[in-house]
């Protein structure tokens, strides 16, 4: 999916446009995180469609819910849609960062190539 260390460093353009991608495909799956959610707690605590989404948008977002559940199945549910969030979280935010994350180190590894290489010319011109 990314450039080789060996290969040229993408062009601004393209490199937008790859962060765009991840940025929508990490938005799906956040929307889809959501969706889990919010029917989940429509149907399992028997909340509003509504507070439903403000509950499972507050857990998503990591900061706890809104509502008390009243049943074992709403408060399981809430416990396992918990730890799935934190995991899409961090999964989402490596795939969002990663383009980012890539180009800097690709470009960090392209300044030691050259710093390599001009030594190594160097050397060679002081050995001949």
């Known amino acids: 999916m990314f450039e080789h260390r060996r290969q040229a460093i993408l062009p601004r353009r393209k ?37 439903s989404l403000l509950n499972a948008s507050m857990i ?13 199945a709403a408060k399981l549910f809430a416990s396992f849609y918990a730890l799935f969030s934190v995991l899409v979280f961090i999964g ?23 710093e390599k290489s001009e030594r190594a010319r160097t050397h060679e011109k002081k050995l001949q």
């Open 15 to 51: 490199y937008f446009h790859r962060v765009a991608r991840h940025v929508f495909i990490g938005s799906g799956v956040i929307c889809f995180a959501l969706g889990i959610g919010v029917i989940g707690y429509h149907e399992l605590a028997g909340i509003s469609w509504i507070d």
């Open 60 to 72: 998503l977002g990591g900061m706890g819910p809104v509502d008390p559940l009243r049943n074992d």
């Open 92 to 114: 989402v935010a490596g795939l969002v960062f990663a383009p980012a994350i890539h180009r800097f180190l690709h470009r960090f590894h392209l300044e030691v190539e050259s």
